[in-house]
């Protein structure tokens, strides 16, 4: 975990400070997770898949309430993906199946395959 550290921290930006989350799902390793005493707030380790649309949703949502009575706009949602090939199928369909209303709101959701 120190590799990641340095790479979900804040960033600075030229509209305040850009919050990272990263989320780690495990399906291959034990249902008991390693130590994870120590992780940083903003990255969470938890076995299964994730709920990709579920997960959209409230990235969208939380992106929308910041800019909410602010002059800007958002900008876009960015989902990647690593791992397997279904992976990013999923994150594709959970991009498709978003409320329109919502993929509005933040001018848009593109998805990333790696």
């Not at 930006?13 to 990263?22: D, E, Q």
């Not at 076995?47 to 579920?54: S, T």
Request: glycine share 8%; proline share 11%; aromatic share 4%.
């Amino acid at each position: 975990m120190p590799i990641l550290e340095p790479l979900i921290r804040p960033r600075d930006c030229i509209f305040g400070a850009l919050p990272i989350r990263c989320s780690i799902h495990y399906t291959r390793a034990p249902r008991a997770p390693p130590n994870l005493d120590a992780l940083p707030n903003n990255l969470s380790v938890l076995p299964g898949r994730p709920d990709l649309l579920r997960t959209l949703e409230g990235t969208v949502d939380a992106v929308i309430a910041e800019h909410k009575g602010a002059q800007d706009r958002p900008m876009g949602v960015v989902v990647g993906t690593c791992g397997p090939i279904e992976l990013g199928d999923d994150s594709s369909r959970a991009a498709g199946k978003l409320d329109w209303e919502r993929w509005k709101a933040v001018r848009g959701v593109e998805t990333y395959e790696e």
